[in-house]
């Protein structure tokens, strides 16, 4: 891990965001990651995807935890909120202070920058409250019906577009009268603010919304599979006579007379079969009577020949 960190430093954010804290030792990677329950494939998939200019070509969803990768998103918007843009505006506060004598100046900047850092606290929020519990109950098995993750894509903004904004307005048209270090410090920070907070909105586009999309894929998949068998479930023993009668060519008079029942009786239950079933032709409820072992191929041969 401490080889890792040494080819490239900036990749401390991504290891914090993991929940991992320094004094590695000569742990590896893999130790590293057990240690802290962390999945050791998502953690390089996403050190790989950043370091390598966000190529998403070698991302093999199918491999990634969305519990890490919630894990990384829930920490970075800790890191967003309750610290780096915190410490920009006490920076920014000083560094105006320092320059601006008009105290309408002073407050146009400051009222801009404490709104965006409210679109964003509103954005990370509702990510934090509705979408990740959406997700982690996906991994349980369950999923909600009134949500899915295409609300979520459609109402994904970029959220480093005003920080340029910003950058650019104190660049071009701060009023200063001397060099101000502490503004430049600010810009930096700005900067750098401005592209974490891009590859995190990547990774969120190219790892959780894809992986999420995956999950509720399986999970309707699994639905469709139970909603068959219930149908199955839902005829009556009597019904279920009835249909492999039908499926084995019988008339409606013949079932009668094999199950002692009315003709009248036999068509009720048709009726009633090919409702719950949704199923009209007798070729469509031969193949659903085989598929759900009602009655075997041999039995039909003849009917079929």
Known sequence: MNELIKEDTSLLLTITRFGFSLGFGDKTVQEVCQSNNVDVYTFLAVVNFISDGNNEENINHHDISIDSVVLYLKNAHHFFLDFKLPLIKKKLIEAIDDTLQEEPY???IMKFFNDYV?????????ENEVVFPYV????EGKKDPRYNIAVFEKNHESIDSKLTDLKNILIKYFPAQHPNYLLNEVLFDLSDCEKDLEKHNRVEDYFFVPITETLEKTLDEKKDEISTTEKVDNLTDREKEVLVEVVKGMTNKE?????FLSTHTVISHRRNITRKL???STAG????????????????????E
């Open 255 to 259: 079932i009668a007379q094999h199950l």
């Open 278 to 280: 949704e199923i009209h």
């Open 285 to 304: 409820l031969t193949i659903y009577a085989i598929v759900n072992k009602l009655i075997t191929l041999d039995e039909i041969k003849s009917v079929i």
């Open 118 to 126: 409210a679109e964003v606290q509103k954005h990370m929020n509702y």
């Open 136 to 139: 982690l109950k996906l991994v």
């Open 106 to 108: 002073r407050k146009m």
